[in-house]
């Protein structure tokens, strides 16, 4: 029988133009075209997301575009800068905005991060979304600091393989868990 073709929903969480962060989403979205997925890149740069208020914010449009984004992926891989040893507010935001579309998702994470020594940062919000929404993390992350990007825009050897192993493991993780 033909497997349903996994969808992997990509999200660029940094809101700075000159993102790092941005180009490890849109490494990962070539290593995954030629993959059995269907693979979408979304950009929060292009979103008017209020921030959460826990009460009327769920109800803004670009809340609930996301949210049916979210909820309609089988694997979401959160592409975000490492600010003060956390993802950006923004990631966080747009878990607080659409919470339970997270339910049982397979999630990878790709980090842009001024220094080494934050590798850990991603588990905070890792360990939320398993606590809260039953989510199976990678455990593979990709992280890359300011040595990983060369000015012409390549990504270094090292950074690139990750990714690509974050990609593979991700959709097999979910192919997996969907029998
Ligand atoms: C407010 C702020 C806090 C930051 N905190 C950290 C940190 O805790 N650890 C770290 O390694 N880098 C930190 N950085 C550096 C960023 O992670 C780095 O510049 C990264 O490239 C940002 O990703 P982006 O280019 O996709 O926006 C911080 C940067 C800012 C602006």
Not at 42 to 67: H, I, N, Q
């Amino acid at each position: 029988m033909k497997k349903h073709p996994r969808k992997v929903l990509i999200v660029s969480c940094s809101l700075n133009a000159g993102s790092r962060s941005h180009r490890l989403a849109v490494a990962a979205e070539a290593t995954l075209k030629d993959g059995d997925c269907l693979t979408t890149l979304v950009d929060l740069r292009d979103y008017d997301l209020p921030m959460c208020d826990g009460a009327t914010t769920y109800d803004a449009p670009a809340a609930k575009e996301l949210a049916k984004m979210i909820a309609e992926a089988d694997v979401i891989l959160l592409a975000a800068p490492i600010y003060n040893y956390d993802l950006n507010a923004a990631a966080k935001n747009l878990v607080e905005l659409t919470g339970s579309a997270w339910k049982d998702k397979v999630v990878g994470f790709l980090c842009a991060a001024g220094g080494r020594s934050s590798y850990m940062s991603p588990m905070g919000l890792a360990n939320s979304l398993m606590f809260d929404f039953r989510c199976v993390i990678v455990p593979r992350f990709v992280y890359a600091t300011g040595e990983d990007f060369r000015d012409a825009g390549e990504l270094s050897d090292i950074v690139q393989g990750r990714i690509e192993q974050l990609c593979t493991e991700a959709v097999k993780l979910a192919n997996g868990l969907a029998g």
